[in-house]
Every structure is written in C-alpha cells, then in structure tokens.
C-alpha cells in the first residue's frame, strides 16, 4: 500500500522569505506525484505534478518540486512567499502499477502561514 | 469555463437522516471521483466513475454509502441513516478521461455536518 507523510502540520514564515514544504512517500511501485494547494473556502487546485522526466519540475505561482526517489521525497519549495500564498498545501500519490490507480493518495496537508 | 460546482456548500441534518450530495462536473469530463475530507485529514477516496459506471467504489466505507450517475454527467452521492461521524467536507472532482496522468479538478466541497 502506498501512503504520503507530511510532518510539518503547519509552517510560518515572513514574506518574501524561501519556503520549503516537506513530503515523503511510501511505495513499493513507481508513483506519480502531485502537490495541490487549498485556498480559504476554495476547492483543491493543482500545482504542479511528476509523471516522468526531468526530475525538478515548475508549476503555477513560482513554486517547483523535486523528485528524489532514492529518498522518496517531493519537496516543494518557492524562493520568495507572498501573503497570497498563505493556504494549505496537500501532497498525493498515484500508483498506476500497485492497485491504487486512479486513486489521489493525500497526505494530512501543511499549513503554510505567511507573514507581514 | 465552469469548474466543478457542488451543491449543497453545507448541509446539517440530524443522525438518522438521509442526505444527497449533488456534483457537476466539468463539461466533457468522462471520469469523476468522490473523496471526504475529514477535520485536519487529507482527503480519502470514496468512489470514481467512468461514464455512467462506477469503476471503483472500494473507499465506500459502508453500504450505507451509495453514489450514482445515471447520465453520466451530474452525480449524486447518498448517505443513509446518516452517522455524527459522517461528518466531514465532501468533494467532487472530474478529468478528462479516466487515467492517472490526467488532472483531477476538484469542487469546492459540501461541508456535512450531522448533530
């Protein structure tokens, strides 16, 4: 079975100031990862996701994640917050090969706070 | 264009009452997923259609859960002799075609509240 951790439940941070928000996997089968992001009374958006390929990839608002599948992490990281990017972050899993597929795997999500 | 909208935004009703949960996705999406999101959870799989099919109702958590899409377009989730524990935020989402690769685009959710 494939499970995603996310151990920072919430991270503050000042404007203007990098972020990096943690996520690991567990699998035994090749995955798919995804990163979205939750607004205030808004629905999941997506931010960027790996398939396959180059393993840094950049998605919506200046964020990007990297794949490191000796350490089965998707950390998600931006070089400079906005208030704006206050909202909570989920990181998921698709295993297309492990009797998961279609199936968006999440984990509890981090709450990023951004501050003044 | 239109997202996925979920109606009702919120409902309450008391333990014991029966409840539907309306989705709509987007226009042309073949495939369509439920998901719960419990207080400080991420969201956990119920059920995805394809078309008017459900090709995986393996996260129901029980036979009082039952979801249906008899268009396939519009789908409605129904919870019977409904459980405080049943409370949570509900979403939809819809993809183009049912594959891991495609995006899921989620509505904004119904929040469910049982006293």
């Known amino acids: 079975a494939q499970s995603v951790t996310q151990l920072d439940s919430q991270v503050p941070v000042f404007e203007e100031a990098p972020v990096e928000l943690r996520c690991n996997y567990s699998?035994?089968?090749?995955?798919?990862l995804f990163w979205y992001v939750q607004y205030p009374n808004q629905g999941l958006q997506l931010l960027l996701k790996?398939?396959?390929?180059?393993?840094l990839v950049k998605g919506i608002n200046g964020f990007e994640a990297e794949f490191n599948k000796s350490q089965t992490s998707f950390h998600l990281r931006k070089p400079s917050v906005h208030i704006s990017d206050t909202a909570e972050y989920f990181c998921?899993?698709?295993?297309?090969?492990?009797?998961?597929?279609?199936?968006?795997?999440f984990g509890t999500g981090t709450l990023l706070a951004v501050q003044p | 264009g239109a997202g996925v909208s979920q109606t009702p935004s919120n409902k309450v009703t008391e333990k014991g009452k029966y409840v539907e949960l309306r989705c709509d996705p987007i226009?042309?999406?073949?495939?369509l997923y439920w998901y719960r999101q419990s207080l400080g959870q991420g969201p956990e799989f119920l059920i995805y259609?394809?078309?008017?099919?459900?090709?995986?109702d393996s996260g129901l958590p029980n036979d009082r859960f039952f979801a249906v899409r008899p268009e396939g377009s519009v789908s409605t989730l129904k919870i019977q002799r409904t459980e405080r524990g049943d409370s949570a935020v509900y979403l939809c989402?819809?993809?183009?075609?049912?594959?891991?690769?495609?995006?899921?685009?989620f509505g904004p959710g119904t929040r469910l509240t049982v006293l």
């Open positions: 989402a819809s993809s183009l075609r049912l594959a891991d690769t495609d995006t899921q685009y």
């Open positions: 699998s035994s089968v090749s995955v798919y």
């Open positions: 790996y398939l396959s390929g180059s393993t």
């Open positions: 998921a899993v698709i295993a297309p090969y492990g009797g998961a597929t279609n199936k968006l795997i």
């Open positions: 226009s042309g999406h073949t495939a």
């Open positions: 259609f394809q078309g008017t099919g459900a090709a995986d």
